[in-house]
């Protein structure tokens, strides 16, 4: 049974560290790419013509900045991440692709990135309100400028709410996330129905000295016969039995309650009346 | 004229029948970006066709008034159940010298005394909280029913604003525990309002056709274009909800005017950070 302990393995991330996460994460990638609207939807095509360096953090198994190398040979693409697993699974997917322009590298987005001033013409990142703690956003947001040139584009995305549902079990499961959100300084606002990232990132953005802030809202739609529905049910099914370490940790369920939870859920989600939205956001600034 | 405090209220549908602790329509998020673009119907791609509106539950006329501003060449209709909204919206209207706005007397959420295929395009806008949740399937069909063959039928909710201060989250939480009680929250915990993901399906099953949905966000933090405009309607939607709110025993009258007051101040803070997601689901008639 995997544990969550970030005290000792400096790991925060929510759903943990196996080979589970990772066969998640790489469906998960795909999928929210794709209700994103593509790689860099909003973007015009002339700012991406003319990116040569880009860093993506948190990148777990590579699946958005393999793509963006794909897409571009002349990119040259790099990604950190804090598990080791993620790491070489990208790095030998990048070279089973021949994807010589992509290279990965262990390291903690609480620390100060390794690179210096100005290397980079884009610095991403996706979904990492799971994984890092709220007091070391404004230090990360601020390496992230740090690190990107004069001109080049930050940019952050996050999920509210997990996703608004009708299954009552889905609804017990999210509270209780967000209350061990809260118990894990994972938090952004002292709300016990909101996660809160989406709000805060453009002022993230804006304390550590980007310009141009602009935000971009997507949603994916997993409601019984949407597009995301049997996509995204395979996801959940998965992230829930994964964050029971995460939810016995923090000490806010029981394993009994979150079993009983899991399993009604499942038969929510088979119902022609299930119901349920992901929204997320992007917001992106410029460095002056 | 009919004063304010003794506003009749037409809907049969309330679970809370005693006059006057009604709740106001919650949230205003598209009256900045209207304001900013002129354009009351983004998601459409061509609006050459429509020529009469309908604006459900239009309160004192603000959506209305300003949507006919935008597009003088469009006739809007506004129904309201509350008279003295009604006379509100048409002192409004003929204050600003708007000529192409009318408003009825008429419950929004009944039977509509409204001819069939009466207009190009049926709105409503964070109508949720208005009617139960229960009623919902009815009331869409008879917005169906007026809305003319190859027209549109529009819904913009949103499921609660989201905010980094405590009093603004303690009352949004307030409001959606009352909209649970009174059986008008989409959400079987109350969580959240939990209606954005129902419309479309909801629409589908009224008998529209082609149902599409968009999100777009507004972000009112401090130092927005849209803080000072969103935080002052919020102000005045979170007051007159507090009746409803101590009715359905949610909340203390002491509790709530002092959540209240602290909002207030929050709202004044440079630190403050709020926004919103809204979904607008569209469907045409067949």
Known sequence: MATYEPERTRNFYLLGDSQAEMVQLIAADQLFTKAMGGLLPEQPEQAIAHLHDVLDIGCGPGGWLL???????????????????????????????GLD?????????????????????????????????TAAWPPLVKEMVRVT???????????????????????????????????????????????????????????????NIQERPSIMDFSAGAEYYQAMNQQWVIAFELVEPFLLATGVATKPEIERLRQQFSIDALEDSFRGILYMLTAWGEKP | MTPSSDAQLNA?????????????????FDLPPLKQTGQPFPEQSDISSIQRVLDIASGDGQWTISAAQALPQVQFVGIEGQAALVDRARAQAKQEGIPNVTFTVMDPFGPLDLPDGAFDLVNARYIAGLLEAATWPNTLEEFVRVTRPGGVIRLTENDLPISNTMAFAQLGGLISDALYETKRSFSSNGQLLSVTPALKRLLQDAGSQEVQQG????????????????????????????????????????????????????????????????????????
């Open chain 1, 67 to 97: 793509e963006m190398a794909y897409a571009n040979s002349r990119l040259h693409a790099t990604g950190i991440d804090v598990s080791q697993g993620m790491i070489d699974y990208a790095s030998a997917l990048a070279s089973a692709n």
């Open chain 1, 101 to 133: 322009n992509a290279q990965f590298h262990v390291a903690n987005a609480i620390d100060p990135l390794g690179f210096p001033d100005g290397t980079f013409d884009l610095v991403n990142a996706r979904q990492i309100e799971g994984a890092v703690p």
């Open chain 1, 149 to 211: 040139r004069p001109g080049g584009i930050i940019r952050i995305t996050s999920v509210e709410w997990g996703g608004v549902t009708n299954s009552t079990a889905y609804q017990t499961l999210h509270k209780l996330m967000v209350k061990g959100f809260g118990r894990a300084g994972l938090n952004h606002i002292p709300d016990e129905r909101m996660y809160g990232a989406t709000v805060m990132l453009g002022r993230y953005l804006r304390d550590a000295g980007s310009v």
């Open chain 2, 12 to 28: 049969s549908s309330s679970s809370l029948p005693e006059q006057g602790v009604e709740l106001p329509r919650l949230f205003h």
């Open chain 2, 215 to 286: 999100v777009w966000f507004i972000n009112f933090s401090a130092g927005k274009p849209a803080h000072a405009d969103l935080c002052q309607r919020l102000s005045e939607t979170y007051r007159l909800a507090q009746p409803f709110l101590i009715r359905t025993g949610v909340t203390t009258p002491e509790a709530a005017e002092q959540t209240y007051q602290q909002m207030l101040s929050e709202m004044q803070s440079d630190d403050f950070c709020a926004g919103a997601f809204s979904l607008t689901v569209w469907g045409t008639k067949p």
